[in-house]
């Protein structure tokens, strides 16, 4: 059974960094785009970056362009969400998200999530 786990969050004071991780196991990750999504108390959640499977082709929220960046390491499993210059507004829940447009039974992944808490 595929699963994913990230990991990385935390407490960090606004303009500070974080690192979080997305490990995919027991399907053929590299095959799969990934998406991280975020979700603030109270608010819908909403799609920060995407990284798809062929071509490493990224995509980000406007909110979050020039802070954070996407990248995946195949050999790992991996993909990573570096978060730079964090806001009070990037505090929420992230998680990880896995799609394979081309498999023909749909099945997609979720991860657990992960607190981001950004305050001083």
């Known amino acids: 059974q595929g699963q994913l786990v990230e990991s990385g969050g935390g407490l960090v004071q606004p303009g500070g960094s974080l690192k979080l991780s997305c490990a995919g196991s027991g399907f053929t990750f590299s095959t799969y785009a990934i998406r991280w999504y975020r979700q603030a108390p109270g608010k819908e959640r909403e799609r920060v970056a995407v990284?798809?499977?062929?071509?490493?082709?990224?995509d980000y929220a406007d909110s979050v362009k020039g802070r954070f960046a996407i990248t995946r390491d195949n050999a790992r499993d991996t993909v990573y969400l570096e978060m730079n210059s964090l806001k009070p507004e990037d505090t929420g829940v992230y998680y990880c998200?896995?799609?394979?447009?081309?498999?023909?039974?749909?099945?997609?992944?979720w991860g657990q999530g992960t607190q981001v808490t950004v305050s001083s």
């Open positions: 990284i798809t499977a062929i071509g490493g082709n990224t």
């Open positions: 998200y896995a799609i394979n447009l081309l498999d023909p039974t749909g099945t997609t992944y």
